[in-house]
């Protein structure tokens, strides 16, 4: 019972660098999202793709790209890694975009310095 | 900009109190409302889902909705030192797929 697993669980990057965090849920769920959370300031959506073959963009997705690799799959990328993007991220999968509860991997408490 | 407020708190209980965590949104037309337990440095646990008017009750939990006010909060009965965590309050928005969060309540339960 996996459920929605996350890897790396930490990074640390340089400014510039690039890296892509990976995400797999195995739930059969449709839907899946990013979010990052900072201090004080709740989770922030990043994009998500409500099903498998569609992605849009969420609240704050400058800076980063997603795949919807296949149903179970859903990647985001950092092409050039900014001190900003220092955050907690997480992944969330929920079983139809509509009914919106969301099940949360573990994080990646991700650096840039 | 659709909106999710808390309070940051800390809110701080006796253990065996009720708890009592509250929450207003922007978006009128929402329909569906959440809440999520993140204990420190874990990720978020949904623990209630409501989406019509009134109290919705789970064990120790209860939540409620007033869709008129914009106001959904959150009671827990015989709070427990393991209920210390950051709730968060969450809102679908209307006709789409996003969820919008607050940034969390901090509850402490004192033993």
């Known amino acids: 019972n996996a459920g929605v697993t996350q890897t790396p669980k930490f990074q640390v990057l340089k400014t510039g660098q690039s890296m892509t965090l990976q995400c797999a849920q195995d739930?059969?769920?449709?839907?899946m999202y990013w979010y990052r959370q900072d201090p004080g300031m709740g989770l922030r959506l990043i994009y998500y793709s409500a099903s498998e073959g569609t992605t849009d963009k969420g609240e704050v997705p400058n800076g980063y790209n997603v795949s919807r690799l296949n149903k179970r799959e859903f990647s985001l990328r950092l092409e050039s890694a900014a001190p900003s993007q220092t955050s907690v991220y997480f992944c969330a999968s929920s079983e139809i975009a509509s009914v919106g509860e969301l099940f949360f991997g573990s994080g990646t408490q991700l650096s840039v310095l | 900009q659709k909106e999710v407020e808390q309070n940051s708190g800390p809110l701080s209980v006796p253990e065996g109190a009720i708890a009592s965590l509250n929450c207003t949104y922007s978006?009128?037309?929402?329909?569906?409302f959440f809440w999520y337990r993140q204990y420190s440095g874990k990720s978020p646990e949904l623990i209630m889902s409501i989406y019509s008017n009134g109290d919705k009750e789970d064990g120790r939990f209860t939540a409620q909705l007033n869709k008129a006010s914009q106001y959904v909060s959150l009671l827990i009965r015989d709070s427990q030192p393991s209920d210390s965590a950051t709730y968060l309050c969450?809102?679908?928005?209307?006709?789409?797929?996003?969820?919008?969060f607050g940034a969390g309540t901090r509850l402490f339960v004192k033993a």
């Open positions: 739930m059969n769920h449709n839907s």
């Open positions: 978006d009128r037309g929402s329909q569906s």
């Open positions: 969450a809102v679908k928005e209307t006709g789409g797929f996003k969820t919008i």
